[in-house]
């Protein structure tokens, strides 16, 4: 392969570090001045680099990520200078204890969520990788299971599994988490054209469902928040995107069932009569490819018919939203069917849901 890239003209990567063992590196830590004795940097070409990154701890604090791990205190990462190498600490000491909870949160939109990756690896459940970026997501399962062989290619992935072989038991298989999302559309587009039209974003469903518990409410987001990653509508490669945050309260009246007369009767039929959504209750999203974008800002008739609905990691979610939105001239009526489950918990909340 090297002699395949050189003829190719490719830029050479850096020969691969070692992978070495953690547990031995850990069993041979005493403190942190001994540590980074232990380690000096001796090649003058990497301290000519060091000095010009400018950072002067970087050995100390690769050496408190040790630390870290060894007393299994995320705390410890907190004096790491640099925000990536601290993030990492924190990441590490989650997945060596076990401990999800511990994993580094999410800022912007999601903020209080957990990294979905450390998420997936702290809690030794290959499944909640499908909620990492479609990037990420078979380097996680390859770090979760353990096998370097499904790393596909990636060094730093290949490195990690070997790093933490002798610390980390083999995980239990897992039944894989019922994952539905169906929508169902109809519209009057203007001049008397009609749309209906329905799909399945099962991938979305498969990702879990970050719940919030806030007093008496629990808030779950379901889906990626708009953003400018999202394809336009009327790009000829735009596939559906959906994004829901939906506040369910946990005590409500019932809101009576569609009169026989009314409109929306086929897309809440199956559903029952659920709760009514107040404005701040419900932030949706919905790109539909050659249709439009469509917001919940400007939407009525919000139903929800669900379970009971908890913020504990693993439960069971099935729900069915009905919502009337009005875009421009034109009005649609929306039914969304998800069946998921809550892959992380997180309480409180600190900031709107609503995407910029």
């Not at 299994?72 to 004096?79: F, M, N, T, V």
Request: hydrophobic letters at 40%; a neutral charge; charged letters at 25%.
């Amino acid at each position: 392969m090297a002699a395949l890239e050189l003829e190719a003209g490719v830029e050479q990567r850096d020969p691969p570090a070692p992978g070495g063992d953690l547990r031995h590196d850990l069993d041979e830590f005493a403190d942190l001045d001994s540590c980074v004795r232990k380690h000096a940097v001796s090649d003058p070409v990497l301290a000519d680099v060091i000095d010009a990154l400018g950072y002067d701890t970087l050995l100390r604090d690769a050496c408190r990520t040790l630390q870290a791990l060894k007393a299994k205190d995320a705390k410890l990462c907190g004096p790491i200078a640099a925000s990536p190498l601290r993030q990492r600490c924190e990441t590490q000491v989650a997945v060596l204890a076990g401990e999800p909870a511990l994993c580094p949160r999410l800022t912007g939109v999601m903020t209080g969520a957990r990294e979905p990756v450390c998420l997936a690896r702290a809690s030794r459940d290959e499944r909640l990788c499908a909620a990492a970026q479609a990037g990420e997501r078979e380097t996680c399962r390859a770090l979760v299971v353990g096998r370097s062989s499904e790393c596909g290619g990636d060094r730093t992935c290949v490195r990690q599994v070997e790093r933490f072989r002798s610390l980390l038991e083999k995980p239990a298989s897992h039944a894989p988490f019922p994952a539905r999302l169906h929508v169902e559309l109809t519209g009057e587009l203007g001049n008397s054209e009609h749309f209906d039209g329905r799909f399945e974003l099962d991938e979305v469903a498969a990702a879990g469902v970050i719940a919030r518990s806030s007093g008496d409410k629990v808030r779950l987001l379901i889906g990626t928040p708009r953003s400018a990653l999202w394809p336009s509508w009327e790009s000829p490669r735009a596939t559906p995107q959906l994004f829901l945050a939906i506040a369910v309260p946990t005590k409500a009246p019932r809101a009576p069932a569609p009169r026989g007369d009314d409109p929306g009767k086929s897309l809440t039929r199956d559903a029952g009569p659920g709760f009514l959504l107040g404005p701040s209750d419900l932030t949706l999203d919905l790109l539909i490819p050659k249709v439009g974008l469509l917001s919940g800002n400007l939407a009525s008739d919000r139903r929800v018919v669900t379970e009971t609905v908890t913020a504990a990691v693993g439960s069971p979610l099935r729900l069915t939203l009905t919502v009337k939105v009005n875009d421009a001239t034109r009005v649609f009526r929306v039914k969304v069917d998800v069946e998921s489950f809550v892959r992380d918990g997180v309480e409180g909340q600190t900031t709107s849901e609503k995407a910029p």
